[in-house]
């Protein structure tokens, strides 16, 4: 075993409360960089010594140097066994598949998510805990305290570890098990959905596009959609991972899956659409013709779930993030379960899955899942979606009209204004936070505030207390305005403004969502006086 002492810091290394470290690459790459985190994690554990864990990553630019490291650094801590995906790639929800079907202590994902890839773009790190989910904020607490006084790793002086070939070897006295990335999680959704059902579907002549966004998910739903389910060759596009994502963002929204959006919009529209991020948790649904807010893809499954078998028992409740809308409130309470609202990030929703108080959870990100992982899904999603369209044999576009019908229509939209200076984005934040109490009653643009706070979170498991998790803007008339600043962006600060309106079952539900939510922006940027602040007139993403 070799220690290397590195010169200290202060190391910046994750912030408490984000999910994961992420930095530019050539950041990564610094010599010791990455190791003072992975170093930190193991300490902030009590230690690797007789531990096992899980490690993959999303194929990006620097993936298998870095899991060469991780895998000296785990032998030379006293690891007694990890488990890696061949090739170095492993999805995010199939990490937490393993970890929690192999009972190990955690596991380490390489992603930057659906941040762009490459030398010159983004990296990333998170570490997972034995249920399977990310590491919840007293440990990344734990962490980020050890980053900020390490001075040496430890690591093996070895060769590098082979991830090429399934089987085991040993790396010092610890053994590095190399396993199909796939198989496992192709199990587990056999477990859930009726494949017999989707497989008819597509042989009816059902057609669908994937688009996997040259990231992980490509080999997932080559296997799960073209060999097992019998989707034609070409249903999955931009399926093989790429070390810069082809040179895209490997983020499913309007924006960055742009073709499969126009292809979905064409006369030649296949009846389904889907994508999925760079790390394969986060999912875009869209229909022939029509586009799927994360919201609502939310509340359409919760409202449909039991006609999946892994559901068929019904949900025990269903937990939103905060911005998210509150489309699938409605559907809890029309089936008379619980429904939770957290702050944005999959490990808030942990506990309350853990405690069984919650089978679906969601974010307006393009992040779903349920209790089968501890992590959000995004093929799992498409495969709730496809169970749930072959069942009921209605389009997409029908799906939602009568979820509306029913429920009535949370318009939305989410804009974000990015690489924003970071005092700027802040001065727009404490503006805001200074005068929430003198905000009820004042009207503007047509719009009167009903309720006005800073988030907080009390989680009804362990009763820890999240504070400041957003600024919440509620109007009369069903309208919301959301502010927040987000934790995962490398380049300044991205304030991001979410916008949500009301309209209930007997409204036509037709309007343009941005035209539905003009008075609501109108008067939160007269609230705020964001544009000038932060010196913009356009956000740089609308999803
Ligand atoms: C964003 C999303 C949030 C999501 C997080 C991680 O965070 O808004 O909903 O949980 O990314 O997703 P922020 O702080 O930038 O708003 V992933 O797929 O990047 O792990
Ligand atoms: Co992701």
């Known amino acids: 075993m070799q220690i290397v002492t590195v010169a200290k810091g202060p190391f910046e290394g994750q912030k408490p409360g984000t999910s994961g470290l992420r930095k530019k690459t050539r950041v990564f790459m610094e010599p010791g960089y990455l190791e003072c985190f992975v170093q930190s994690v193991f300490n902030a554990i009590g230690g690797a010594k007789g531990k096992s864990f899980v490690v993959g990553g999303d194929g990006r630019y620097y993936n298998r140097e870095a899991i060469q490291s991780i895998l000296k650094m785990a032998a030379a801590n006293g690891a007694s066994h990890v488990i890696v995906g061949e090739g170095g790639l492993l999805s995010t929800p199939a990490v937490s598949n393993l970890i929690r079907q192999r009972g190990t202590d955690g596991g380490l994902v390489l992603s930057a998510s659906h941040n762009p890839g490459g030398v010159d773009a983004d990296f990333g790190i998170k570490y997972n805990i034995a249920n399977g989910g990310p590491a919840p904020e007293h440990i990344t607490a734990g962490i980020f305290e050890q980053t900020q006084s390490i001075t040496s790793y430890a690591t093996l002086e070895a060769g590098d ?9 040993v790396l010092g006295d610890m053994t590095v098990e190399i396993v199909d990335p796939v198989a496992d999680y192709l199990a587990l959704m056999e477990k859930l959905f009726d494949f017999d059902r989707i497989a008819a579907l597509f042989s009816s002549g059902f057609t669908m596009r994937f688009d996997a966004m040259h990231a992980v998910t490509g080999p997932y739903a080559r296997a799960v959609l073209e060999e097992r389910l019998g989707a034609p060759a070409g249903t999955v596009v931009n399926a093989v991972p790429s070390e810069d994502f082809g040179g895209g963002h490997p983020d499913p929204n309007p924006v960055w899956a742009r073709d499969l959006m126009q292809e979905m919009m064409s006369d030649t529209a296949p009846d389904f659409g889907a ?8 999912n875009m649904i869209v ?5 799927v807010t994360p919201s609502d893809s939310l509340a359409v499954l919760a409202a449909n779930a039991h006609l999946a078998p892994g559901y068929s028992a019904g949900l025990a409740g269903v937990a939103r993030s905060m911005p998210t809308s509150g489309a699938s409130d409605r559907v809890a309470e029309k ?19 853990d405690a069984g108080k919650v089978t679906l959870c969601g974010e307006e990100s393009a992040g779903t899942g349920s209790d089968h992982v501890r992590e959000k899904d995004g093929l799992w999603a498409v495969l709730l979606w496809l169970n749930i369209l072959a069942v009921t044999e209605r389009p ?18 989410r804009h974000d204004y990015e690489a ?13 936070a200074g005068n929430l109490t003198g905000l009820p009653g004042t009207t503007s643009a047509g719009q009167t505030v009903s309720a006005a706070d800073s988030f907080s979170y009390h989680d009804p498991v362990d009763g820890s207390v999240s504070e400041n998790q957003g600024l919440r803007i509620s109007f009369k008339d ?20 979410y916008l949500e309106q009301y309209a209930g079952p007997d409204d036509d539900h037709g309007l343009d969502p941005e035209a539905a939510l003009a008075d609501v922006r109108a008067a939160l940027l007269d609230i ?16």
């Open 335 to 353: 089936l008379g379960i619980g429904s939770f609202e957290t702050p944005t990030g999959w490990k808030f929703f942990g506990n309350l899955l």
């Open 396 to 413: 997409v576009a029908q799906m939602l009209q009568d979820h509306w019908s029913e429920f009535g229509r949370n318009y939305y939209s």
């Open 275 to 282: 994508a999925s991020d760079g790390d394969g948790d986060r």
């Open 161 to 169: 570890v082979d991830l090429g070939t399934p089987g085991t070897s």
């Open 478 to 497: 069903g309208g919301r305005a959301v502010l927040r600043l987000s934790g995962t962006g490398t380049e300044g600060a991205t304030l991001r403004v």
């Open 528 to 543: 705020t006086d964001l544009e000038n602040l932060i010196g913009r007139t356009e956000p740089d993403v609308r999803t």
């Open 287 to 291: 229909g022939r013709g029509i586009y």
């Open 420 to 432: 924003v200076p970071a005092e700027a984005a802040q001065a727009v934040m404490d503006r805001v």
